[in-house]
């Protein structure tokens, strides 16, 4: 399966829309509640959920607390930045994000 694809499957939409639940509809980044939100995998490394199909790889569908709701802006600022910045923004959105489950 591509990437492409695997974005337009429903089980990829309803993870998106379980997201954007959990984060109050709002950037877990910034905060805005304007939209649009992404869902943005903070690693492609974890494992994927119980019962997820076999056609999606491992990483694609990982438990909700490696997916952060972000806004377009913020979204787009993260893929923008080098692999080190990348890496760090990532982790302080981590910390805020899954120490707070
Ligand atoms: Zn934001
Ligand atoms: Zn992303």
Redesign the pocket.
């Known amino acids: 399966m591509k990437y492409e694809a695997f974005l337009k499957t429903d089980i990829w939409k309803q993870t998106a829309e379980s997201v954007y639940c959990r984060a109050g509809g709002q950037?877990e980044?910034?905060g805005?509640t304007e939209g649009p939100f992404h869902a943005h995998h903070l690693t492609y490394q974890a494992r994927n959920r119980p019962g997820t199909p076999r056609s999606i790889p491992r990483g694609w569908l990982p438990d909700y607390k490696w997916i952060v709701c972000?806004?377009e802006?913020?979204h787009r600022f993260l893929h923008l930045l080098s692999p080190v910045d990348c890496f760090w923004e990532t982790r302080q959105l981590y910390q805020s994000h899954v120490a707070n489950q």
């Open positions: 950037c980044r910034c805005t972000l806004d802006d913020c």
